[in-house]
């Protein structure tokens, strides 16, 4: 799917920067963040742990945390600026339009109310439904529905269970039914599989995927495990510590890494190949207090020069129009 | 819990036994010839070694007999019976009050975290907790029922109507403290379960900002200040013994007062065992609300 | 080789963290204030004699030409019903009170938290059930009743409310103790010091205990002011100091007796015992919130 589509998109996320206020001083995560999602398209991000990945998303819903400050940007979603938006209005698109998996399932789920509940709570208040008339046998017959779609097995009983008696994948799976209950333009799976066991990783990953198929979708997927990038998305992103640093096309991005940083990160992947373990990339993440200025990378890129210290550079084309690097050793083209 | 009572039992007797003071002595007068007093011992079974009395003594309270008091000179069981019920009523008020008010001042503060409410809220509580429940009584006293008048300030009043009346300012006094305690306990829930992931999940659905406050925050952020309330029964129970004697209030701790400044061994032993059952069955209540209100500890035990 | 004091006060510090400690307490205001008043009562109490404006009335004193004055220039607080100084007595009252609650913890804390230590670390044996039981059965009566009872029936004195108020609250340290040891038991250093051969008593008092100092340490802070009401609730039913020992539950009781008239007989040493128990309420959750952050 070409990124550079006509259409309006659907999620457009401009120079986004977020801080937290911890006592400590201010975490300046965000450094202006760029994203955009098209109608239908699957986009995934990948980055190290902290890197921002979850704030920006968390402000896309804005269920940002308390001490959390929007300092500058704006995210518009189908041409209305989220940002902006009254409660009313994000509370339609919450139920609507976009959706959200988290990362942990069990802290994603209330512990001391029944999943039954959580659930019918869910789509009573979707909006689908006519919330005086929906009665509830309804509210429970959509609820074993929407667990059917998502493969649960008896899903009486885990309706009637509490989030702690079930396994890890099946609490995943609810939070799937839960955002999927209802008809959504966007999901935004924040490391869907990685709190899971391996073996039922697999699955869980194949149930999105054929979710998505099915419904539609647009999707932002989050990831660390490259694999799992590489087998499902179409434009991939790649996040650094606040920035976006590179965008191509999936297969792109893997054959062709520009960024020093997305360099150093697949090389970083042992390859069954046998050529054996890299270096890593040296140094370590940054600290958000005091950010190093210019670029964030420039403090382990072994091609720094005097201008990475400086400015933070925008985005540059890379090999093909849909390729785009952050960095400034592309700048001259 | 049976044992810590049953040891209670044990501790009690055990100190009245050892005590200075002979309780034949007490009560049969100062002025009794010897043998009566010599007769009331063998009667008493002072004579016999201390698990005899002991055994006799259970045999006893579970009779409802808990022995005679040198003060009233008729059955302990008789004066608790007498004085019990005003108590029960006052701290029966207090809890409703102190609960009530809890839900309603933890609720607001931690839904407006940090603004103006919830910064009333904890400075009061800060002192309000910090006051010990008689000088309250005795400041509301001064404030409420002599400078303004509002309530009366002694006894218990004439009839039903006029008796809640009564009880207001005393139960009051006596809740204050553990209902900011409690206050402040929700309220802290509130806003540590604010930034969990289950609430920015179901916020993320789209449920209506209503709902989430008042069902699914709630009643993580209630467990907690419930399983202080156990502790609260007891400063109520506690407190009661001081609020009653400002007020003028006809409870058990009038008795219990006199009991001790008479150094009737008797009634103290009892009144103490007395309370204690008290307490242990309301905290047998207040467990039994926090396993309703929270799941896991339920069904935990069955193993996951 | 001999180490000197200012040497042994930064090992001290370094090994307990200290500097780290005060700059989390200090980021609370609330916690400073609580601080400042809590030492600054238990400087007043130490320097009563020379703190109060008149430190012969409290004792034997008897002044009625000048009874029952309302708060002025002279008397600040105004006078009781023999005429002596209301704030001096107040002042001298801290001392009371805090004489008491350094003596009852004094008594209370080491067995009771040696105790706790001791039922923790043997957790499942007889020892712990026969130390945990006695405990329960100490825990079993709201504190106050249990104090006023055995108060009762000991001769009314400031040392028998001592006694009676020490008898009743060890259990509590213990049961908070092995609350904090239980927890801690099946965790690696414990097991690494046993391993390693070091005798039971070396496990328990060099690697368990400093690491439950912090909720001991929280207790016994709050404590002080729980003794403290504990102590005046006694007095105040008479069972306490004695007059004319200048005691701040007593004041309030004899005081109440003017209510009317006098009003500042109960209010000012009631305004003092919530002081106190406001100082080392908000410096116990400063205290608190320190080890809090560490266990984040």
């Known amino acids: 799917m070409r990124r550079q589509s006509s259409t309006q998109p659907l999620l457009e996320v401009k120079n986004l920067r977020i801080g937290y206020k911890t006592y400590l001083g201010k975490l300046k995560v965000l450094n202006g963040v760029n994203l955009t999602v098209h109608q239908g398209e699957k986009v995934g991000i990948i980055g190290e742990s902290g890197c921002g990945k979850t704030t920006t998303m968390k402000a896309v819903l804005r269920i940002l945390a308390t001490n959390a400050t929007v300092d500058g940007g704006d995210i518009q979603f189908k041409g209305d600026d989220i940002l902006k938006m009254d409660h009313k209005r ?92 209802t008809a959504k333009d966007l999901l935004i799976a924040d490391e869907p599989t990685t709190n899971l066991d391996v ?48 965008i191509a096309e999936t297969k792109d991005l893997f054959s062709n890494p520009l960024h020093p940083y997305t360099k150093g990160l697949l090389e970083s992947v042992p390859k069954l190949s046998g050529a054996g373990f890299s270096e890593g990339i040296k140094g370590r993440v940054p600290d958000y207090i005091n950010p190093p200025p210019g670029c964030r990378f420039h403090p382990r890129c072994s091609y720094a020069y005097e201008i990475c210290r400086k400015e933070n550079p925008p985005f540059f084309d890379g090999d093909t129009n849909d390729h785009k690097v952050a960095c400034w050793l592309y700048g001259k083209r | 819990m049976i044992f810590s009572l049953f040891g209670l039992s044990v501790l009690v007797f055990v100190l009245s036994r050892v005590l200075p003071g002979d309780p034949a002595l007490m009560l049969a007068g100062p002025d009794a010839p010897k043998w009566v007093v010599d007769q009331l011992r063998i009667q008493l079974r002072l004579n016999q ?155 993320a659905q789209g449920l209506p900002e209503r709902t989430i406050t008042f069902k699914y925050l709630l009643k993580p952020s209630l467990i907690p200040a419930v399983t202080v309330m156990g502790l609260d029964i007891a400063a109520l129970l506690a407190n009661a013994f001081l609020v009653e004697t400002v007020f003028n209030w006809p409870g058990f701790s009038q008795l219990g007062i006199r009991y001790m400044l008479n150094k009737d061994l008797n009634g103290i032993v009892a009144l103490v065992l007395v309370i204690g059952i008290i307490y242990a069955i309301a905290n047998i209540l207040v467990d039994i609300v926090v396993a309703y209100l929270d799941p896991r500890i339920r069904l935990m035990e069955r193993g996951e | ?112 938290v040696i105790l706790g ?25 709201p504190p106050l009743v249990l104090a006023l009872s055995i108060a009762a029936v000991l001769t009314p004195s400031v040392f028998n409310a001592m006694m009676a108020v020490s008898l009743m609250w060890w259990p509590w340290y213990t049961r908070l103790t092995y609350n904090t040891v239980s927890a801690m038991r099946n965790e690696y250093f414990v097991q690494a010091s046993e391993v390693m051969g070091a005798s039971s008593s070396h496990t328990i008092f060099s690697e368990i205990l400093p690491n439950c100092l912090g909720p001991i340490l929280t207790k016994v802070t709050l404590d002080v002011g729980w003794v403290i009401l504990l102590g005046s609730a006694l007095s105040f039913v008479g069972l306490g100091a004695q007059p004319p020992t200048p005691d701040l539950g007593t004041m309030v009781a004899e005081g109440g007796q003017y209510l009317r008239q006098a009003w500042w007989l109960t209010i000012f040493p009631a305004m003092a015992i919530t002081l106190i128990i406001l100082a080392f309420n908000l410096l116990g959750d400063g205290i608190r919130d320190i080890f809090v952050e560490e266990a984040k």
């Open chain 2, 49 to 203: 070694p201390l698990y005899t009395q002991y055994f006799y003594w259970l045999n006893d309270v579970f009779h409802g007999n808990l022995g005679y008091s040198t003060l009233t000179r008729r059955s302990v069981t008789l004066d608790i019976i007498q004085y019990l019920p005003a108590s029960l009523e006052l701290i029966g008020l207090a809890a409703v009050f102190s609960v009530t008010g809890a839900f309603a001042l933890g609720v607001v503060a931690g839904r407006y975290s940090y603004k103006w409410p919830d910064n009333i809220v904890r400075i009061v509580s800060y002192v309000g907790i910090s006051i010990p429940a008689f000088v309250l009584a005795i400041i509301f006293q001064l404030v409420f029922g002599l400078w303004l008048k509002w309530f009366p300030v002694q006894g218990p009043g004439t009839n039903a109507v006029d008796q809640v009346y009564h009880m207001v300012l005393p139960a009051v006094a006596l809740c204050l403290g553990g209902m900011l305690q409690d206050a402040r306990i929700i309220r802290a829930g509130m806003v540590e379960n604010k930034d969990k992931d289950y609430i920015s999940m179901e916020t």
């Open chain 3, 1 to 112: 080789m001999r180490i000197g004091i200012i040497e042994n006060l930064r090992n001290f510090s370094t090994r307990f963290d200290l500097k780290r400690k005060w700059y989390r307490f200090s980021r609370s205001p609330l916690s400073i204030i609580g601080l400042v008043i809590s030492v600054a009562t238990v400087i007043i109490a130490f320097a009563a004699p020379f703190v109060a404006p008149y430190p012969q009335h409290a004792s034997l004193f008897t002044d009625f030409p000048h009874a029952l004055q309302p708060p002025g220039s002279t008397y600040l607080f105004g006078t009781d019903e023999f005429g002596r100084d209301v704030l001096s007595r107040i002042i001298f009252g801290f001392r009371y009170s805090l004489m008491m609650a350094a003596v009852v913890l004094a008594l209370v804390v080491p067995p009771g």
């Open chain 1, 199 to 246: 073996t039922i990783q697999d699955q869980v990953l194949r149930l999105m995927k054929n979710l998505v198929e099915k419904k539609g979708l647009s999707v932002i997927l989050i990831s660390h495990a490259l694999g799992t990038i590489r087998g499902t998305v179409d434009t991939v992103y790649v996040m650094y510590a606040g920035n976006m640093i590179e």
């Open chain 1, 90 to 181: 994000l509370s339609e698109m919450r139920r609507k339009s976009i959706t959200m998996i988290f990362q942990d399932p069990t802290a994603a789920l209330n512990p001391v109310f029944k999943v039954g509940d959580l659930l019918a709570d869910v789509i009573k208040f979707s909006g689908n439904i006519d919330i005086k008339a929906a009665s509830k046998k309804t509210l429970r017959q959509k609820s074993i529905e929407a667990l059917k779609e998502v493969a649960l097995p008896d899903p009486e009983r885990v309706l009637d269970s509490y989030p702690f008696q079930l396994s890890g994948g099946m609490r995943q799976r609810i939070c799937i039914a839960m955002s999927l209950s």
């Open chain 3, 117 to 141: 230590l001791i039922a923790g670390y043997y957790r499942g044996t007889w020892i712990d059930t026969l130390i945990m039981r006695i405990a329960d059965m100490f825990i079993a009566v």
